[in-house]
């Protein structure tokens, strides 16, 4: 059976070359939505004072992943009360901070309640003339990537967050798509990326299983929350938007907003992006069960007890990081530092490693090396392999909470406080 992951346009096919007009990460986990980079020759080394091109402080605070294209790079950030929304530009060969642009703001956020999310934790995403950043229901801006004018803007999308917005937008064809998995309500919406107009609202069809004895949602509905970004495959011929939700993770027709099929579970708020490699979908049912499901994505309706190839379970299941497949191979690295690499067609452990580290951002590999980013600064580089094989260690002053990007043979590494451009 043939199957591709389907990349934003062709426009945003990943290039790279000897100028900075050549680079291209237009979304969280890149041009594929897997964390895969290959061609790059990026860095093994680096500190405070090694391979650093430039470091710039970033105002305000957030988790957003850069995005680039071309000679910008665009990120967003909230005030820590949650009050004003903004979107940033940085000039990719210098560092300059060239636009902080206020794009919303609110009298009433709605206190986050941790210290993992943020209000400006959704990665923005970015084409050729266009960029796109989201804050859930807080609002959804487009601006001309190179200007920052503000093209158009949508701030009546309900959702109520609980904790945050968490689910970054994604491109397809001619559609923006986003998730809203509030405590009130959960559902996905397409806007035509050229107006901004609603395309398409999908209603998740979920069964809950959380009342109290009253009949009421259990803390105010926290089970029902989640913080995904899906991810659209092709089967087939078939284009499918691979989505989890509390409960079920789903499959829809990105055109029409359509289900084609869903399995089953008991965990609840996900936040994990599902991978896809050697024809299985790869998900993580969230909180509660805490299992990595490996699924055919062949089947229609209900396919939980037909269509689950394998799963794991266990405190190994990463709750926020974002697994990478190479080779056969998944290395699914959880929150509190275990590094386990998987087998796909079978789920079979080949190798597990404890790196003693906490992590929140999604790892990235370039075929060869797999990049792993702690909440503490620590960064470690391994080869990809049957082996365990550490090849560097490196540390900045600040750790990470945002997923790294790539832009030709650099590394951009946004830190708690900074933006790094790090380059041999």
């Not at 560092?95 to 309640?113: A, N, W």
């Amino acid at each position: 059976m043939k199957i591709k992951i389907f990349t934003l346009s062709a426009a945003l096919v990943l290039i790279h070359g000897s100028t900075l007009a050549d680079n291209s990460w237009p979304m969280f986990r890149g041009t594929h939505g897997d964390g895969t980079v290959k061609g790059a020759n990026l860095p093994l080394n680096w500190s405070e004072t090694e391979n650093v091109r430039w470091k710039t402080a970033m105002p305000n605070q957030g988790w957003s992943t850069p995005v680039v294209q071309g000679k910008r790079i665009w990120l967003t950030s909230a005030t820590e009360n949650g009050e004003e929304f903004f979107a940033l530009c940085v000039d990719a060969k210098s560092g300059k901070l060239l636009i902080e642009k206020r794009l919303f703001q609110t009298s009433t956020p709605e206190p986050l309640g941790n210290s993992v999310n943020g209000y400006a934790s959704p990665s923005p995403a970015i084409e050729p003339g266009r960029v796109y950043l989201h804050f859930g229901s807080y609002g959804t801006a487009c601006l001309n990537a190179e200007s920052g004018d503000l093209i158009w803007q949508r701030d009546d999308l309900p959702c109520r967050h609980y904790r945050g917005p968490g689910s970054s937008p994604i491109l397809y064809k001619d559609l923006l798509i986003l998730t809203f998995d509030g405590v009130d309500q959960q559902y996905l919406t397409a806007l035509n990326k050229h107006n901004g107009k609603s395309v398409w609202t999908t209603k998740r069809e979920i069964e809950w299983k959380d009342l109290d004895a009253q009949g009421q949602p259990k803390r105010e509905g926290d089970f029902r929350k989640g913080f995904t970004t899906p991810l659209v495959i092709d089967v087939k011929g078939q284009p499918q938007l691979i989505s989890p939700a509390s409960n079920v993770l789903f499959a829809y027709d990105p055109e029409s907003g359509k289900e084609i099929w869903r399995t089953q579970n008991s965990s609840h708020t996900p936040v994990v992006i599902p991978v896809y490699a050697d024809g299985l979908v790869m998900a993580v049912t969230g909180h509660g069960a805490d299992e990595m499901l490996a699924i055919r994505p062949d089947g229609r309706g209900d396919v939980t007890a037909s269509h689950v190839v394998w799963r794991m379970g266990g405190k190994d299941v990463p709750q926020t990081p974002s697994p990478v497949a190479v080779d056969g191979l998944l290395y699914m690295l959880s929150d509190h530092g275990v590094l386990n690499c998987i087998e796909i067609k079978t789920g079979a452990q080949i190798w597990r490693e404890t790196l003693r580290a906490s992590y929140i951002a999604s790892p990235i590999h370039d075929g060869e090396r797999i990049y792993l980013f702690s909440v503490s600064g620590k960064a470690t580089v391994i080869r990809a392999g049957r082996t365990f094989e550490k090849l560097a260690e490196n540390n900045l002053d600040a750790g990470l909470m945002a997923s790294p990007a790539v832009a030709g043979d650099a590394l951009i590494l946004r830190t708690k406080t900074h933006l790094y451009w790090i380059e041999k």
